[in-house]
């Protein structure tokens, strides 16, 4: 541990850092964690903040899980990196195999890569080469607007409606958006607007009939856009157009896999069988970056051949990386288990029975619930308006660590989290909406 004071570490901080989705100028200096438990940060000013958005949506199972750190300790002890071009090792293996395991149909081939944003990036240059592997030149992609999909040039592409890569339009390429039938409890327009999206996505197959080389959506629930929900029924009707247009279906479940929908992934809850499904966040429960990019038998078979152009030339040095995968297999130990299973229902019962109160206040709207994510609208001004941080600061200084996305308060807890403190982040949501 380092002998460093606080004020020592937050001085260094602000003069070396530079951290992610922050306006620097403006910011407060950030909060500095010397430990965490459970579904609990511990800050170095001997505060405590409980996680609801498990820190960024990749922590399954709460902080310091000791049976993931033991899994990556035996792991480092044996093996931590080998080249994965030439090399193949036991934990890469086992994950490949429980991952593919869980999906539907025939989606059993796994490519690794490091985070979400590449794993979509993977999904996008396959199914481009897969179509000029045979014989055909597709360069259309297919959106849905307000998703977001990463941050690399081609899932900024593929989510350029979502608002936030203004600074960088001339690096992406074009890309077809459709709307996104976003629907809430009680909502009364849910098929109508469903319709509509139909009908948009259909002229835009029609116009570029034999030129889409796929279509990506987040399945169930946009996440960054603001926890923006559709319905089953959707996803269902959308694979059967894809299908029928003769194209590829890319399923961004970055945050909605490893059981945030209720089901371990969203395809299983739709039921839907897609082409790609693209993994990350809480594949290791939160330990170290990985993702993996799961396509079907045939789409692996396009790209085999006595030529090296006809393969798949990408990669990065730490893909496999033996200790990821050493937490991914943990995480699917813990997932697996019943205890979790439990914890997973129990959260969103008390989700179920606490959502109709809040949704009561003056100013919420949109309730919405799916799995172990629960959400609603405030009238406010948007990302970066006075509201969201006004809010965001009121959370913390009550100890709750909550990241509200413009008008949209969420809750996304570890599935860790003991029914007392989930109750009372409810708590804390209802005092704090009240008051402002």
Known sequence: MSDLSSDELRALDARHVWHPFTQAGTAPPAILARGGKGATIHGAD??????VCSSWWVNLHGHANPMIAKAIAEQAARLEQVIFADFTH???????????????????????SDDGSTAVEVALKMARQYWSNQGQDRRVYVA??????????????????????????????????????????????????????????????????????GVIIEPLIQGAAGMRM?????????????????????????????????????CVKAGILPDFVCLSKGLTGGFLPMSLTVTREFIYEGFLGTEVSKAFLHGHSYTANPLGCAAGLASLDLLEGTECQARIQAIEAIHRQRLPGTARHPGVSKARLCGTIAAFDLAGQGYGGALSTRMKNAFLEKGLLMRPMGDVLYLLPPYCITDMELHRAWDIIDGVISHL
């Open 230 to 266: 559709c319905r089953p029924h959707f996803l269902r009707t959308l694979e059967a157009r894809v299908r029928e247009a003769g194209s590829l279906l890319i399923l961004d479940e970055v945050m909605t896999g490893f059981g945030r929908t209720g089901e371990i992934f969203a």
């Open 46 to 51: 001997g505060r405590e903040y409980l996680d």
């Open 90 to 112: 036991e934990p890469a293996v086992r994950l490949a195999a429980r991952v593919a395991g869980h999906l539907p149909g025939d989606l059993d081939r796994v490519f690794f």
């Open 144 to 213: 849905f607007h307000g998703g977001y999909h990463g941050d690399t040039a081609g899932s900024m592409s593929v989510g350029r409606s979502c608002g936030i890569f203004a600074a960088w339009e001339n690096m992406m390429f074009p890309v077809e958006v459709a709307p996104f039938p976003v629907t809430w409890d009680g909502d009364e327009e849910a098929e109508a607007k469903e319709q509509r999206a139909l009908l948009a996505l259909d002229e835009i197959l029609e116009r570029n009939a034999g030129k889409v080389a």
